[in-house]
């Protein structure tokens, strides 16, 4: 009750200190926030691969008369193709597997409201209710696999970075 985030918002709007992760109304934003801290870890991955994109392909696009949102969208975009399903797929892996944080934080409380397919699996577990829990291992993986597919589809397999390099 007593945290930072508390302290900064009394003393910028005068409000009551409030139990974040113990009110189901505000315990998922709670949590979800918290994950944000990843998204330097993707943006990494896209910066590493941005600067690998040859200086070539945008100066001739600016000899062609192509402004900066057109060089982004024509250029960018299409070579980061490939990290692009990479990153998205280890999102949506680490939102689907996501455990431990949430876990440590609320337990999958209050009132179930921040109950992932993670933490419904471990509950299982605990309670020596193994056959449910291996539905739940089992459509947690056709899930991801569900998700994976879908995500090659819309964006395609292929990478223009490493067709380049051939």
């Given amino acids: 009750m007593n945290g930072p985030l508390n302290a900064v918002l009394f003393k910028l709007f005068g409000t009551a ?5 113990g009110n189901p109304d505000t315990a998922l934003f709670a949590v979800i926030f918290q994950t944000v801290i990843y998204i330097g870890y993707f943006m990494i991955i896209l910066l590493a691969s941005a600067m690998n994109i040859p200086k070539s392909l945008y100066e001739a696009a600016t000899i062609d008369g192509a402004g900066t949102l ?4 024509y250029i960018t975009l299409p070579m980061l193709r490939g990290n692009l399903v990479t990153t998205m797929t280890l999102a949506m892996a680490y939102g689907m597997r996501h455990f431990e944080s949430t876990f440590l934080m609320t ?5 179930y409201a921040t109950t992932t397919m993670g933490i419904d699996l471990y509950l299982k577990m605990d309670a020596l209710r193994y056959s449910e829990a ?3 291992g089992v459509f947690l993986i056709i899930m991801g696999t569900l998700v994976i597919t879908i995500l090659r589809k819309i964006f395609g397999s292929s990478d223009p970075m ?4 051939q």
């Fill in 17 to 21: 200190p409030r139990n974040w992760l």
């Fill in 70 to 73: 057109r060089q982004e969208w």
């Fill in 107 to 111: 337990g999958g409380g209050p009132a």
């Fill in 134 to 136: 291996s539905t739940a």
């Fill in 162 to 165: 490493s067709e380049m390099a």
